[in-house]
């Protein structure tokens, strides 16, 4: 059997958003266990498609172009190959920075887009994933001896991957280069793992849903150390919680912020709370907003979670809460009704599909049918796939399927299905163009460097070549 591995990555993307925005650059580097490089690195362009505009911002943040992309990447269709080529071997661990709320939801949208299942990359081949981002917080709110922990210009403490770094004397040439984090953060990574190796490793063994169950569980419910940037960053984004209803999706649960006396909160109508919970973000900025103190924690996103008996006193006042304050909103909390009341407030609704078969990933799962017939998308070439119709159940990979062919293999389109992507593309090109045209007046008025005028000067020149409309 393959020894387990870590494969470290990180991702560039046009945008922030997914299900609209594209990975424009990968970059990776196995390791051993003990955080010793293995293999050459993988540092990788993706092709962007003729159908995106990206976020100038996104473009001004890491300086790659659209156009660099088209000379030098690959297309999502070969840059999927690569990776389970290279990349996703049986015993990885995948690992990121903040990656299992960012990077991975790109890798999911990514892989459902061109016929791949969405998960499998994460667990099939015992495969797991694990992000640094709260082991970090944890290392900071519990075990931070040895570690230099920066602060930000307003003396507030933060965990920027690029300020752990500099406050550590660790290289790290090129933040928001993809390459250059990840080297960092395996550096980081090592400086954790040698300063408070235990932490290190419980983290690491706790990482999959089932040991996390174990901990965060409704049949037998204990307090327990949460990590997480739902809480406030001025206890170190760490608390004492309590599980106290299944979540509004399968295998998470609500859990209780023992920080706050549930007195404050029984009286408040079920209505209230619904409202406070669907609260609009500029309400939520407003200085006399107080936010539910439960939240959803999903066992599946390696949360970083712990026993209470981890909480020693010196924790206890770098994160505001003492065990006894912890115990005394306990007792109150299992007098009331809160916990069916929030079990309510959090019932899954009926969320509006998304209009574009592109973000549509979380819509259903696809049917076991449809499998081997992905394979087979897969597989084709150009040749192959012209005239291609294998007969989806689900019909969102009908639709997908002349997007796939456009964007990797456009010799395959015959001329209906041509002028069908050309629709296609007008419309999502006449939509995302207010957004681009905005972003980029805004950079051009506030920002006069040589290098940001460049790439506004490319990404001008990117909208022209590929809009099909004055």
Do not use: C
Not at 124 to 129: A, F, G, H, L, T
Not at 275 to 297: C, G, M, N, S, T
Not at 340 to 350: A, H, I, K, L
């Amino acid at each position: 059997m393959q020894q387990p591995t870590f494969f470290f990555y990180d991702l560039e993307t046009s945008g922030l958003d997914p299900r609209q925005h594209r990975i424009m650059q990968f970059a990776g580097q196995r390791t051993t266990l003990d955080l010793e490089p293995v293999g050459e690195p993988v540092n990788v362009l993706v092709s962007l498609s003729e159908d995106i505009l990206p976020d100038p911002y996104a473009i001004k943040v890491t300086g790659i172009t659209p156009q660099k992309t088209r000379e030098e990447g690959y297309s999502e269709a070969d840059f999927l190959k690569l990776l389970h080529d290279q990349v996703l071997t049986p015993n990885t661990t995948i690992i990121g920075f903040n990656s299992i709320r960012f990077d991975d939801e790109f890798m999911r949208y990514t892989l459902y887009r061109n016929f791949y299942d969405p998960y499998e990359w994460q667990w099939k081949e015992d495969r797991s994933r694990w992000d640094m981002l709260d082991a970090i917080r944890m290392t900071r709110a519990l075990r931070p001896d040895g570690i230099e922990w920066p602060v930000d210009a307003e003396g507030n403490a933060t965990n920027r991957l690029e300020l752990i770094t500099k406050a550590n004397d660790i290289d790290h040439f090129a933040a928001h280069d993809a390459m250059s984090d990840v080297h960092a953060l395996i550096a980081v990574a090592k400086l954790v793992k040698e300063k408070q190796p235990k932490l290190f490793d419980y983290l690491f063994g706790i990482r999959g849903k089932h040991k996390v169950a174990e901990l965060v569980n409704l049949d037998n419910p204990q307090p327990f150390v949460y990590s997480s940037g739902r809480y406030p960053k001025d206890f170190l984004h760490t608390t004492v919680a309590y599980p106290i209803a299944p979540g509004s999706t399968p295998g998470s649960v609500l859990v209780y912020d023992l920080r706050h006396d549930p007195t404050d909160w029984a009286s408040t109508t079920t209505d209230d709370l619904k409202k406070i919970r669907f609260a609009k973000w500029e309400d939520r900025k407003k200085p006399d907003f107080k936010a539910l103190p439960v939240k959803e924690l999903a066992t599946n996103k390696a949360p970083a979670v712990a026993p209470l008996g981890v909480l020693d006193a010196a924790a206890q006042e770098r994160i505001g809460l003492d065990i006894p304050t912890a115990q005394k909103h306990l007792g109150k909390l299992l007098s009331t009704d809160l916990a069916d009341r929030m079990r309510e407030v959090f019932e899954r609704g009926g969320f509006a599909k998304h209009p574009d078969v592109d973000g549509q990933l979380y819509e259903s799962f696809i049917p076991k049918g449809d499998a081997i017939k992905m394979s087979a998308v897969r597989a084709a070439d150009r040749h192959g796939l012209l005239g291609f119709d294998p007969g989806f159940n689900d019909e969102r990979l009908g639709d997908l399927l002349l997007r796939y062919k456009a964007r990797n293999f456009p010799q395959s389109l015959t001329g209906d299905e041509r002028t069908q992507w050309e629709e296609i593309r007008g419309q999502r090109l006449q939509k995302d163009m207010p957004a681009f045209t905005k972003g980029l007046a805004q950079l051009a008025s506030s920002t006069k460097d040589e290098k940001t005028q460049f790439l506004l000067q490319e990404l001008q020149l990117w909208a022209e070549s590929i809009v099909p409309f004055d």
